[in-house]
């Protein structure tokens, strides 16, 4: 019976399709099997290596991508070439803004990424023609504002210790899928401490020293100076004020 449930499920469906997460989680999970058969005709999968341009500012917009595996971070660059990280994007998230003619960001893959990429002009006339998918990338846009004006908050009023706190459980959340549900996670840090201090707006040396207090005090673990564990979540909170 159950078999037959998902056969169900995934009538119409390409193979690729049924183990993707985005089709289960992300935008792709708005469309049907025929919605989802045409546009697997017109999308490639692609693996990009750390430090790659996905997208650049002011570049002409002509393809979107799903983020299938990997970090992508998206940054803006200031005439003098100063750096400042704005934002994070994780799977399944739908990389690209629908309808621009050119990008606003710099998009680069933090790690390696693991990306299904599609025609703009694809996508803007499935998003025409679905109000499922128009809804579920609005609904994801709505869901980015909100992380951005909690980010804002994190900027502008925690103090170091619980900025860097505050890091380490957003990475962990969005990395670690069972991580809400376990209450524990295991991950790589996706970012140099560089990044991570540029993301933060602190220097290397008070993201290194609030890591390392982290560590003493037993909220995570650390090894190899990426791999990091967090036994508890409901700790590492309580360290970023949440």
Not at 114 to 141: A, G
């Amino acid at each position: 019976m159950n078999e037959h449930r998902q056969d169900i499920h995934n009538s119409g469906v390409p193979v690729l399709c049924q183990a993707c997460e985005a089709r289960h989680r992300g935008v792709c999970g708005a469309l049907s099997g025929n919605e989802l058969q045409f546009l697997n005709t017109h999308s490639s999968r692609k693996e990009v290596e750390a430090g790659t341009e996905l997208v650049a500012d002011a570049e002409s917009v002509s393809q979107y991508s799903n983020i299938l595996a990997g970090v992508v971070k998206l940054t803006k660059i200031l005439s003098d070439g100063r750096q400042q990280i704005v934002g994070l994007q994780f799977a399944p998230d739908f990389l690209g803004r629908p309808f621009r003619t050119s990008s606003k960001i710099n998009a680069e893959a933090a790690t390696t990424v693991q990306l299904c990429t599609f025609p703009s002009t694809v996508i803007e006339k499935m998003i025409k023609d679905s109000p499922e998918l128009e809804h579920r990338l609005l609904q994801q846009t709505l869901e980015e504002l909100d992380e951005a004006r909690g980010w804002m908050v994190t900027l502008g009023r925690k103090t170091a210790a619980e900025k860097v706190a505050s890091f380490l459980y957003l990475i962990a959340t969005h990395i670690d899928p069972a991580a809400e549900e376990t209450q524990s996670a295991t991950f790589e840090l996706p970012l140099t401490r560089a990044d991570i201090a540029d993301f933060l707006g602190l220097t290397i040396e008070t993201v290194s020293r609030q890591i390392t207090k982290l560590r003493k005090s037993g909220v995570i673990e650390v090894e190899n100076n990426r791999h990091v564990t967090v036994p508890d979540l409901e700790r590492l909170a309580h360290r970023a004020s949440l």
